[in-house]
């Protein structure tokens, strides 16, 4: 049985105005062990500025491992998102941020599948998505590094269509990372979904979605920031019992729109992991 770990993604920080370094230091001083920082490319202001949590993946890598470190922190993996459809753009961002991954101490890199070009078939779509995942798996197997595909667009919208996406390449290096609040806002039930798919799940964004949330944006939109775990609409025990079933570590990584929502997450779910665990 492998153990539940518990990670901070921090795009808390976004509403914040929060640097990585305000971010980095708030997950600790809450008390989260994982962090899971968002890299970009090339300069961007507002991250240089020190009103964004990004960061640089021109910077050297070992200034995000020695953040971590310093701190006491892990990383579970990078936010690394780009449109797997849009080969132009995904192909190098995705090679090197698994080569960054691979410097820094991150075991994995999060991957999404949207958006899409607005002129392909569905057919081409798939065919420009299998390139991308193909040509970011030759980087990432010899590393040791995962590609953690996230329940987020289109086409991991649902089971089906994620098995589907999943499927395009045989590559040790693809995986899943179930959010749980985009499952459910596209319209399935995350909790089941979990239960069936848990063996490839290797990271969870543990992300809620409040009552009112739900009720306005369920099968409108397949993402959004969530409020604190434990104040929505998902069963985090039950989520929390499928994850003791599986053979592997996986780290919940919260991911919420606040502080406070962090600190209360955290406050939450420890408590419900660490009964699981006795």
């Given at each position: 049985?492998?153990?539940?770990?518990?990670?901070?993604?921090?795009?808390?920080?976004?509403?914040?105005?929060?640097?990585?370094?305000?971010?980095?230091?708030?997950?600790?001083?809450?008390?989260?062990?994982?962090?899971?920082?968002?890299?970009?490319?090339?300069?961007?202001?507002?991250?240089?500025?020190?009103?964004?949590?990004?960061?640089?993946?021109?910077?050297?890598?070992?200034?995000?491992?020695?953040?971590?470190?310093?701190?006491?922190?892990?990383?579970?993996?990078?936010?690394?998102?780009?449109?797997?459809?849009?080969?132009?753009?995904?192909?190098?961002?995705?090679?090197?941020?698994?080569?960054?991954?691979a410097e820094c101490g991150a075991p994995m890199i999060m991957v999404?599948?949207?958006?899409?070009?607005?002129?392909?078939?569905?057919?081409?779509?798939?065919?420009?998505?299998?390139?991308?995942?193909?040509?970011?798996?030759?980087?990432?197997?010899?590393?040791?590094?995962?590609?953690?595909?996230?329940t987020h667009g289109e086409y991991t919208a649902t089971p089906q269509?994620?098995?589907?996406?999943?499927?395009?390449?045989?590559?040790?290096?693809?995986?899943?990372?179930?959010?749980?609040?985009?499952?459910?806002?596209?319209?399935?039930?995350?909790?089941?979904?979990?239960?069936?798919?848990?063996?490839?799940?290797?990271?969870?964004?543990?992300?809620?979605?409040?009552?009112?949330?739900?009720?306005?944006?369920?099968?409108?939109?397949?993402?959004?920031?969530?409020?604190?775990?434990?104040?929505?609409?998902?069963?985090?025990?039950?989520?929390v019992r499928t994850l003791t079933k599986a053979d592997h570590d996986?780290?919940?990584?919260?991911?919420?729109?606040?502080?406070?929502?962090?600190?209360?997450?955290?406050?939450?779910?420890?408590?419900?992991?660490?009964?699981?665990?006795?």
């Amino acid at each position: 049985m492998g153990n539940i770990k518990l990670g901070l993604n921090l795009e808390f920080a976004r509403f914040e105005n929060g640097s990585f370094e305000w971010a980095m230091d708030h997950a600790a001083e809450i008390g989260y062990k994982y962090v899971e920082p968002m890299v970009h490319w090339g300069r961007e202001l507002l991250s240089a500025a020190g009103y964004f949590h990004s960061i640089s993946m021109l910077d050297d890598p070992l200034r995000l491992r020695k953040a971590a470190e310093s701190r006491g922190l892990g990383v579970s993996s990078l936010s690394s998102h780009a449109p797997l459809a849009k080969p132009e753009v995904s192909v190098e961002y995705l090679r090197q941020s698994i080569r960054y991954a691979a410097e820094c101490g991150a075991p994995m890199i999060m991957v999404d599948d949207g958006p899409l070009p607005a002129w392909t078939t569905e057919a081409e779509n798939y065919t420009l998505m299998r390139y991308t995942l193909q040509e970011a798996a030759l980087v990432a197997e010899p590393r040791g590094i995962a590609i953690a595909i996230e329940t987020h667009g289109e086409y991991t919208a649902t089971p089906q269509r994620l098995d589907r996406l999943m499927s395009l390449i045989d590559s040790p290096a693809l995986t899943i990372n179930l959010d749980t609040g985009n499952s459910y806002l596209s319209g399935n039930d995350p909790h089941a979904w979990l239960e069936s798919i848990v063996d490839r799940v290797t990271h969870l964004h543990a992300k809620d979605i409040s009552h009112e949330d739900a009720a306005r944006y369920r099968g409108k939109v397949r993402g959004m920031l969530g409020c604190a775990c434990g104040d929505g609409v998902i069963d985090w025990e039950r989520i929390v019992r499928t994850l003791t079933k599986a053979d592997h570590d996986v780290v919940l990584s919260v991911e919420c729109g606040s502080l406070k929502a962090a600190r209360k997450s955290y406050a939450y779910l420890s408590e419900l992991i660490g009964d699981h665990a006795a």
